[in-house]
């Protein structure tokens, strides 16, 4: 059976104008969509590729780093989580974090006919 998963977008107001053009391409091209789960590494390296153009548009600016973890339990619970930001020894600065949530029940023959 295919695994498909919701994702969520959380961001952040960042400080710089890099933070904040990544965490708007990140919400306007991720929040509520719906993606393979074999697809998750595409989206984490479509960030990266993003990140990469934003240094070379900001070069005085401090750079994020990209976290991609997976949380797969069992074949019911699949959770990925993609966090960007700066870490300081005292805190961590976010611009956005997107999580995932397995679909259970994707039934394309009921929701195509309304």
């Not at 998750?40 to 548009?57: F, P, T």
């Not at 990209?66 to 949380?71: D, E, F, G, N, S």
């Not at 699949?78 to 930001?85: E, F, K, L, T, Y």
Request: net charge neutral; glycine share 4%; with cysteine.
């Amino acid at each position: 059976m295919d695994k498909w998963l919701f994702i969520e977008v959380f961001s952040y107001r960042s400080v710089n104008r890099m933070g904040q053009e990544l965490g708007e391409y990140v919400r306007d091209k991720y929040d509520r969509t719906v993606v393979h789960a074999d697809c998750m590494n595409d989206v984490a390296d479509d960030i990266r590729s993003k990140m990469d153009e934003l240094k070379k548009k900001y070069p005085r600016c401090k750079g994020f780093q990209l976290r991609h973890h997976r949380y797969e339990d069992s074949d019911y619970m699949i959770r990925d989580h993609i966090w960007a930001g700066h870490v300081d020894p005292n805190k961590d600065y976010e611009v956005f974090v997107l999580h995932t949530k397995k679909i259970r029940k994707l039934n394309l023959e009921t929701t195509l006919n309304f």
